[in-house]
């Protein structure tokens, strides 16, 4: 990943998708690993091809999980190799750092926390006496309304859209950086798109 050369000194918002960008693998994966559902995780990717019904649907494979266990697995996931360097330069330039993520809050957290973004927008993973009840729920500031720039039920666009608003930056001083299968509209909709794939 290499944007060194493509920001100028003026304020802009720079947008992190998590995975592929920020960090080396996925947590979901990382969880599949540790708790032998590998097998039955990549039968689940191969199948549902909506980015937001197969995190509700992998999600179930949490269930029963303490949100203890899973802090530690969040942690112990390598951040790619250049990304406290690439954070840290935007943000001496006065640019908003943040994080865009369909996985879960708690995990965009603490990518927030190590690399020193701004903010960090995800899903809940739904909890009951701090275990994993294999539901999820997806914030508000993800669907559909009147001012989206796109169709879908549920996008990282409107994401985008609610952040510039609250940090007054336009569209066009947004540069979104991600991959073409989790974050490819959002990618269409900023003002500068850094495709990681």
Same mark, same amino acid.
């Given at each position: 990943?290499?944007?060194?050369?493509?920001i100028?000194p003026?304020?802009?918002?720079i947008?992190?998708?998590?995975y592929?960008?920020?960090l080396q693998?996925?947590f979901?994966e990382?969880?599949a690993?540790?708790?032998?559902?590998?097998?039955e995780?990549?039968?689940?990717i191969?199948?549902?091809k909506?980015q937001s019904?197969l995190?509700?649907?992998?999600?179930?494979f949490l269930?029963?999980?303490?949100l203890?266990e899973?802090?530690?697995i969040a942690v112990?996931?390598p951040l =790619?190799?250049? #990304?406290l360097e690439i954070?840290g330069? %935007?943000?001496k330039?006065g640019?908003?750092? /943040?994080? $865009?993520?369909? @996985?879960?809050?708690?995990?965009?957290?603490s990518i927030?926390?190590k690399?020193? =973004?701004d903010? #960090?927008?995800?899903n809940?993973l739904? %909890?009951?006496?701090g275990?994993?009840t294999? /539901?999820? $729920?997806i914030p @508000?500031?993800?669907?559909y309304r009147q001012e989206?720039k796109?169709n879908h039920?549920?996008?990282k666009?409107?994401?985008?859209?609610?952040?510039?608003d609250?940090?007054?930056?336009p569209?066009?001083?947004?540069i979104?950086i991600?991959?073409?299968?989790?974050?490819e509209?959002?990618?269409?909709q900023?003002?500068v798109?850094?495709?990681?794939w």
């Amino acid at each position: 990943m290499e944007i060194k050369n493509t920001i100028t000194p003026a304020c802009k918002m720079i947008i992190f998708d998590m995975y592929n960008t920020l960090l080396q693998y996925k947590f979901i994966e990382a969880c599949a690993q540790k708790y032998f559902f590998s097998k039955e995780l990549d039968m689940l990717i191969r199948k549902e091809k909506d980015q937001s019904m197969l995190l509700i649907k992998a999600t179930r494979f949490l269930k029963g999980l303490s949100l203890q266990e899973l802090l530690k697995i969040a942690v112990s996931i390598p951040l =790619a190799d250049d #990304a406290l360097e690439i954070v840290g330069q %935007l943000k001496k330039r006065g640019n908003v750092v /943040g994080i $865009i993520s369909d @996985s879960y809050q708690f995990v965009a957290d603490s990518i927030k926390n190590k690399v020193g =973004a701004d903010f #960090a927008v995800g899903n809940q993973l739904e %909890l009951i006496d701090g275990r994993a009840t294999g /539901g999820l $729920i997806i914030p @508000s500031i993800y669907y559909y309304r009147q001012e989206s720039k796109c169709n879908h039920a549920i996008c990282k666009t409107n994401v985008l859209l609610y952040m510039a608003d609250k940090y007054n930056i336009p569209l066009k001083n947004c540069i979104a950086i991600g991959d073409r299968f989790t974050a490819e509209c959002m990618l269409e909709q900023a003002g500068v798109a850094i495709k990681n794939w």
